[in-house]
């Protein structure tokens, strides 16, 4: 029995390095594993910046509609049974049936803009949009099956035009079924005197023009455009978010759009000047 303990003693003590040379020889591999843990991490972090760098560079309006969960709203077939058939509607059906989704908006920076014929323009322009990104999308996927042969880096141009096809999908799939709501009467304009509020304290922070120099800041009570917002719409987003109790993650998306919205306002003014 003794023979058997030392003999195992023996096999473990001579599988293991010993002395100096052992000793930097577990250094050497600790210090490798460092190099590609903060290697990986590093890689992780490069994506991530990349990623998010695309992400800003895609329409707010997308990632908008695209973030609307269709499910979870009102069934489209339940809001036309009053008006089509006169039988007595069930409790459920009546509840559906009167669904109201209000469209808040700031009344004294919209007094000549309807916003729910607003929303339907845009809509209407959307939905075809996306649907033709989706397919273009899908028609990508197959081109990255190349990127598949490297087993070293993850194919991250799949991943990319499945995603893009996904979000296309969603957002053409929500603004067809946010035209729907329209079309029954089920979103209606709501002013906010909040929104209103703080569309006002924002203007009243813009710099006043100098004397002999374009007021392009002059009629921002009939302008409801990302002028508004300016020169520093964190503050203003931020009121926005407490006000109606928006989650964290919504500043990023407001600061997306309204970043966005000031290069189109730029693009058109170099356009009507040229």
Not at 243 to 256: D, F, G, I, N, V
Request: aromatic share 8%.
């Amino acid at each position: 029995m003794r023979r058997c303990r030392r003999g195992a003693l023996d096999r473990m003590n001579n599988s293991q390095p010993c002395g100096s040379e052992g000793r930097r020889r577990c250094r050497s591999c600790g210090v490798i594993g460092e190099r590609h843990l903060v290697a990986g991490r590093y890689s992780q972090l490069k994506v991530h910046t990349y990623g998010e760098k695309l992400v800003d560079r895609i329409d707010f309006e997308e990632l908008a509609l695209a973030s609307i969960d269709t499910s979870l709203g009102p069934k489209i077939s339940q809001l036309g049974t009053h008006s089509s058939t006169g039988k007595k509607l069930s409790e459920q059906q009546t509840k559906a049936h009167n669904v109201s989704i209000p469209l808040i908006y700031p009344p004294s920076f919209m007094s000549s803009v309807d916003p729910v014929a607003n929303l339907q323009q845009q809509l209407v322009l959307r939905s075809p949009l996306h649907r033709r990104k989706t397919w273009f999308w899908v028609g990508v996927i197959p081109f990255t099956a190349p990127f598949m042969l490297i087993p070293i880096v993850p194919n991250l141009p799949f991943f990319f035009c499945a995603w893009r096809a996904w979000t296309h999908w969603k957002a053409h799939k929500a603004s067809t079924y946010l035209l729907e709501l329209s079309d029954k009467d089920a979103i209606y304009p709501s002013p906010s005197q909040d929104l209103d509020k703080v569309y006002s304290n924002a203007s009243k922070s813009l710099p006043d023009p100098s004397p002999g120099t374009n007021n392009e800041h002059s009629d921002l009570k009939s302008d409801p455009s990302i002028a508004q917002l300016l020169p520093n719409p964190a503050p203003t987003i931020s009121l926005i978010i407490d006000t109606y109790s928006l989650p964290k993650e919504a500043k990023r998306s407001l600061l997306r759009a309204v970043e966005q919205a000031k290069i189109r306002s730029r693009s058109d003014e170099a356009k009507i000047e040229s």
